[in-house]
C-alpha cells in the first residue's frame, strides 16, 4: 500500500495566506487497475495564480491546485514507463494514480545537466508566459526599451532576457537589493529596487528618459497607474499579472487610466498563458535552447520537504524567491 500526503486548504484566505491555512491530509492509494500508473511528485511549483485560483475555483478542503514534476514508479499502461517524467496538474500532493490524461511529458532528451523542476520554471509554464506574454504581446523590436516589474521572479527575470536576446534595452524593477544585484549579472541594462527608491516616477524616468515601448505588467495597483503614465506613443501593454491585488479583499480603486491610453494610443491586453497551450512545445525548444546557449539564466529558489510547502507558497507571495519557488520532496 502506498500512502499519499496532500495539502488541503482549510477555510478561504483572508489577505496573505498564513499557515494554519493549510492541512496535512494522509490516504492510503489502491492497487493500480489496468490503464493506471501509479506517480510521485518529485518537485511541486508554487505560483502567484494559487493566490486568486483560489478563491475562483476551490472550496474549503479542496486540495491545493497546483502542478508538479513526477515520476511513474508503477504502471500498467504500455504508454508510460516507469522512470519517466511528467509535468501534471494533480495539486499538492505527493502520490497519485492517473491513467496518463493530460499529462506534458518531459521529452526523452532533457539535458542531463539541467535539473527537471526547470519543466515548471523557466523551461515549463513560467518560461511560456514569459516567452508568450512578451512576444505575441508586446512584440518588441530592436532598439526598443521594455520595462518589466517583478523582474527578479520566475517570468520577470526570464522576460528581461528574451527582450535581451532580441535586441531591446530592459528595465526591471524588483523587491529587494541583492535583486537588484541579480537583474544586472543577467544582463538587465538598468534595474532598481522599487521598495526602496524616493520616488517610482523618478526611478522609471532616470532608467529611461525616453520613455517605454514595452510594459510586462506583473505587479498592477499603484505601480500601473504610474509606469502607464512613462509609456511612449503606440506603446504595448502585455498584463501577465497583478500580484500587488492579490490579496485584497475589497478591490482597490485608484487614477483611472482611459486618459493615458487614449492620449498615448496604448494597447493594453491580458492574457492567460493556456491560450498558447498547442505551441508549448515550441516555446519549450526554445527556451531550453537558449539555455544551453547561456542567453538565458535561471535561478531556482528551492523549498526542501513537502511538508514545507504552504510555507514555501507564502514565502514566494511575499518575495523571498530569486527565479522560481519550487518544492523538492
Ligand atoms: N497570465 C498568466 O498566464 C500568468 C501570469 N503570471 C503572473 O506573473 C507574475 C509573476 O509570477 P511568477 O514569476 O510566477 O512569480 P515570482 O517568481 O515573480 O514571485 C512573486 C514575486 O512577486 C513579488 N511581489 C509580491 N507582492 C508584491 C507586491 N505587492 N508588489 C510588487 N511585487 C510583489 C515578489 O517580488 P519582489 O521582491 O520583487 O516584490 C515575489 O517574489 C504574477 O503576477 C503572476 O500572477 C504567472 C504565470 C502565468
Ligand atoms: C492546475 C494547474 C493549472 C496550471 C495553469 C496555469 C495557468 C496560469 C495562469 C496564471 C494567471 C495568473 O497568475
Redesign the pocket.
Known sequence: MVKSKSWTMVKHFEGLPKLEDFKLEEKELPPLKDGELLLESVFLSV???MRPYSKRMMKPGDVMIGSQVARVVESKNPAFEVGTYHVTNVGWTTHFISDGAGFQSLPKEWPENLPRSLAVGAAG??GY?AYF?LLEICNPKEGEVVLV????????SLVGQIAKIKGCKVVG????DD?VTYLKEIGFDEAFN??TVNSLEEALKNASPEGYDCYFE??G?N?ADVALQQMKQFGRISV?????L?NDSVPATGPYIQTYMLFKQLRME?????RWMQRYPEAQKHLLKWIAEGKLKYHEHVTNGFENMPAGFIG??????I???VIKV
Open positions: 505560483d502567484p495564480y509554464m513560467p508566459t506574454g516589474n517583478c523582474a527578479a521572479g520566475a517570468v520577470g524593477s524588483a523587491g529587494s535583486k522599487y521598495k506583473n505587479v495597483g505601480y501577465c499579472g497583478a500580484i500587488s492579490y491580458g492574457f492567460l498563458v493556456t514566494m507571495l511575499t518575495g523571498e524567491n527565479g522560481k519557488a
